[in-house]
């Protein structure tokens, strides 16, 4: 009788496994279409390669990203297929290495996920313990990560206070209102704690589902309509967190599912890197600041708005915190979003890439390039 229910343990994680995989793929997929333009070389938006020479030809940046995109519809009909896998892996590495502003979060949580299945290809409850160890781990250092003015001034004053709340900025720059947006940071940390321990976890569960879901309010059509590319990344984790935490019975993060072999990549990557960042040695997406609003950013001034016709659309119609002095402003995170509906990599590497391939694109343009950090900062007064 024991062999037997061992059996259909193992059958049963053997079958979550596989619906994880496809779920994972599906919203994969939802996000590679939503975002296609981050993964061609034909664009506005500057790449910024890890080194100059893995910058690829154009129509091999197409051939990867056709690839990746067949790859990952054929594992949502056959997940256990080792050789696909490994080719989808390689073939997102090459893409990645060619422009680091392909490495988002819900890129870099995807590659892990279909990382670590192949790992415990012969261990699926290994594979269920990754799962919930790397989501735990998101939760926790996401909340972390937001105890800064940014967040409260970007986010929480801005999309939900205002925007989603419909206050009056008289009401949400009050004191009590405005650092209460720390109580949802504080949150977060709580409930990640929460789900490692197997009283808590379906509780710690329901508030994150809970958390998606405004989330999803928010930023969708029915909120700022803003960033769709992380939309099917929300109902991803929301069905993950009912399928891995409420569903499975017991506590399903097991440390020691985490040391065998390979599984060390997961714990470190997700449990102790993250820690790094605060101390500079560690990448802020790596680091799961998701709507943190205290990352770097970075302004593009110009003379005046004619200067480079084709960035016509990117530039910003006002400059309410006078960051260039009244003059044309290109901000970056907005141009990214507008053309490839996505953020860029908010690293200060990057934006010196960026500002380079600038000046050897448009010699002897006016640019100056500012690179800042949201605070709780008043907008400049209107100029007479």
């Known amino acids: 009788m024991q062999t037997v229910s061992s ?3 193992t059958a049963d994680h053997q079958k979550t496994a596989a619906w994880v995989m496809r779920l994972v793929c599906i919203c994969w997929l939802m996000a590679k279409l ?36 067949s790859l990952i519809i054929s594992l949502v ?28 979060p819900w890129q870099y949580q995807y590659f892990f996920t279909i990382a670590a299945f192949i790992i415990n290809f012969k261990n699926t409850k290994n594979f269920i ?18 105890f800064n003015e940014g967040y409260l001034v970007l986010v929480w004053d801005n999309i939900f206070l205002k925007n989603i709340f419909k206050l009056s900025e008289e009401a949400y720059r009050q ?10 940071a504080l949150a977060e940390v709580l409930f990640a704690i929460g789900l490692f321990f197997s009283k808590t976890k379906k509780a710690a569960a329901w508030g994150m589902i809970c958390m ?28 993950l967190l009912f399928v891995v935490f409420i569903k499975v019975p017991g506590s399903p993060i097991h440390i020691k599912a985490l040391w065998p072999g390979l599984n060390k990549a997961v714990l470190i990557a997700w449990g102790i890197l993250p820690a790094l960042n605060y101390v500079g ?23 005046d708005q004619g200067e480079i016709e084709e960035l016509q659309p990117y530039i910003n119609s006002t400059d309410i915190y006078n960051r260039c002095n009244g003059k044309a402003m290109i901000n970056l995170q907005n141009w990214a979003v507008k053309e490839m509906e996505v953020l860029p990599l908010p690293e200060i590497r990057v934006y010196e890439q960026i500002q380079r391939q600038w000046m050897q694109a448009h010699p002897g343009s006016s640019a100056r390039f500012v690179i800042y950090y949201i605070n709780h900062q008043k907008p400049a007064p209107a100029s007479k």
Request: charged residues 10%; glycine residues 6%.
């Open 175 to 184: 004191n009590s209102l405005h650092y209460l947006g720390y109580a949802t």
């Open 129 to 146: 313990a990754c799962i919930a160890f790397i989501m735990a781990s998101t939760y926790f250092y996401s909340g972390i990560g937001k």
């Open 281 to 303: 040695l560690w990448d802020n997406y790596f680091s799961c600041r998701l709507y943190s609003g205290g990352l770097p950013q970075m302004a593009i001034c110009l003379k």
């Open 34 to 69: 939503i975002g296609w333009k981050v993964w061609i070389k034909d664009r506005q938006f500057p790449l910024a390669p890890v080194a100059g020479w893995l910058n690829w030809p154009s129509l091999m940046q197409y051939i990867l990203f056709v690839l990746s995109l």
């Open 212 to 239: 998606h879901l405004l989330i999803l309010y928010a930023l969708g059509p029915l909120g700022i309509n803003y960033n769709p590319v992380i939309w099917p990344w929300n109902i991803l984790m929301a069905i």
């Open 7 to 9: 059996n259909e343990h």
């Open 77 to 104: 009909f056959k997940p256990f297929n080792k050789i696909i896998i490994v080719t989808l892996l390689c073939s997102e590495t090459l893409s990645c290495l060619a422009d680091q502003n392909r490495w988002q």
